[in-house]
């Protein structure tokens, strides 16, 4: 059984930071690409951030690029997301997923598996 569990989420000011993390089990993880996606309220379900297996060449979506950045521990099962300089509009509860096709890591459709999410606030 596939289980995501993710972790870190909570109330922050803006400027602030927090580590996101989640970790794999019941997967091959070293063999899953990962991606990250965040739902604000009344918003659709948005891509943030993915990294291949190996952990190379980690692409994000412009509205996070230079303030968060996607990292992963292969011997943990373990995938991160550092979030610095949040903003109010980052407010969302955030996603883990796990891709092993080779679709759009882009792409809602293209993953397999997915946590429950953790709930990130950023106050003004």
């Known amino acids: 059984q596939v289980q995501l569990v993710e972790s870190g989420g909570g109330l922050v000011q803006a400027g602030g930071s927090l580590r996101l993390?989640?970790?794999?089990?019941?997967?091959?993880?070293?063999?899953?690409?990962?991606?990250w996606f965040r739902q604000a309220p009344g918003k659709e379900r948005e891509f943030v951030a993915g990294i291949g297996w190996s952990g190379g060449r980690p692409y994000y979506a412009d509205s996070v690029k230079g303030r968060f950045t996607i990292s992963r521990d292969n011997a943990k099962n373990t995938v991160y997301l550092q979030?610095?300089?949040?903003?109010?509009?980052?407010?969302?509860?955030?996603?883990?997923?796990?891709?092993?096709?080779?679709?759009?890591?882009?792409?809602?459709?293209?993953?397999?598996?997915w946590g429950q999410g953790t709930q990130?606030?950023?106050s003004s």
């Open 21 to 35: 993390s989640c970790a794999a089990s019941g997967l091959t993880f070293s063999r899953y690409a990962m991606g």
């Open 83 to 113: 979030m610095n300089s949040l903003k109010p509009e980052d407010t969302a509860i955030y996603y883990c997923a796990a891709k092993a096709g080779v679709g759009s890591g882009w792409l809602e459709t293209s993953y397999d598996y």
């Open 120 to 122: 990130v606030t950023v």
